[in-house]
T-cell receptor, first 116, second 112 residues
Framework: EAEVAQSPRYKITEKSQAVAFWCDPI?????LYWYRQILGQGPELLVQFQDESVVDDSQLPKDRFSAERLKGVDSTLKIQPAELGDSAMYLC??????????????FGSGTRLTVV | DQQVKQNSPSLSVQEGRISILNCDYTNSMFDYFLWYKKYPAEGPTFLIS?????DKNEDGRFTVFLNKSAKHLSLHIVPSQPGDSAVYFCAASGGSQGNLIFGKGTKLSVKP
């Protein structure tokens, strides 16, 4: 069964350092999403890509977060500098098309970030 | 303001009995609703969905009911099994963007 690949699974970083996460969606999935899940909360959308274009980044803290999907395939999410409040699970998901709800997104296993 | 609400943080059920997880929403533009299951340290796994044109959808032991007038949906698991123990997220989508709005989740514990 096809999977969304994410790396690393776990990351511990000191505050003010830079950190990056990588996601490889299911082959052929045009839409890619980055979500952040804080413990005890539901996932919240950070950024949505359609192919290589950003569709929605209204909830992305752009002073420290950046995301790219240069060739419309895999994607990188970066935080610089990291803050203590960034500790969370970062989830990547992909779907066949923009109305991903029809098929349900497929999520990766996530990256658990701890900022110390 | 939360658009998707799961007001019960936790639910405990005996094995073999029915589990009912509830979800309320406020945005009348939502037209697609999904349930996800999540184990610790893993990503959410899609369970079942329902379109706003339907009021019920079944898949094996899982049934989702939608009451549009009350802006309420529920997930029924019958019979419940210990392996169903996980956090269940309700999510909703509407409009052309397709991104999902999630509730805070309900932790289900099924006891043998």
């Amino acid at each position: 069964e096809a999977e969304v690949a994410q790396s690393p699974r776990y990351k511990i970083t000191e505050k003010s350092q830079a950190v990056a996460f990588w996601c490889d969606p299911i082959s052929g999935h045009a839409t890619l999403y980055w979500y952040r899940q804080i413990l005890g909360q539901g996932p919240e959308l950070l950024v949505q890509f359609q192919d290589e274009s950003v569709v929605d980044d209204s909830q992305l803290p752009k002073d420290r977060f950046s995301a790219e999907r240069l060739k419309g395939v895999d994607s990188t999410l970066k935080i610089q500098p990291a803050e203590l409040g960034d500790s969370a699970m970062y989830l990547c998901a992909s779907s066949r098309d923009r109305t991903g709800a029809d098929y349900g997104y497929t999520f990766g296993s996530g990256t658990r970030l701890t900022v110390v | 303001d939360q658009q998707v609400k799961q007001n019960s943080p936790s639910l405990s059920v005996q094995e073999g009995r029915i589990s009912i997880l509830n979800c309320d929403y406020t945005n009348s533009m939502f037209d697609y609703f999904l349930w996800y299951k999540k184990y610790p340290a893993e990503g959410p796994t899609f369970l079942i969905s329902i379109s706003s044109i339907k009021d019920k959808n079944e898949d094996g032991r899982f049934t989702v009911f939608l009451n549009k007038s009350a802006k309420h949906l529920s997930l029924h698991i019958v019979p419940s099994q210990p392996g169903d123990s996980a956090v269940y997220f309700c999510a909703a989508s509407g409009g052309s963007q397709g991104n999902l709005i999630f509730g805070k989740g309900t932790k289900l514990s099924v006891k043998p």
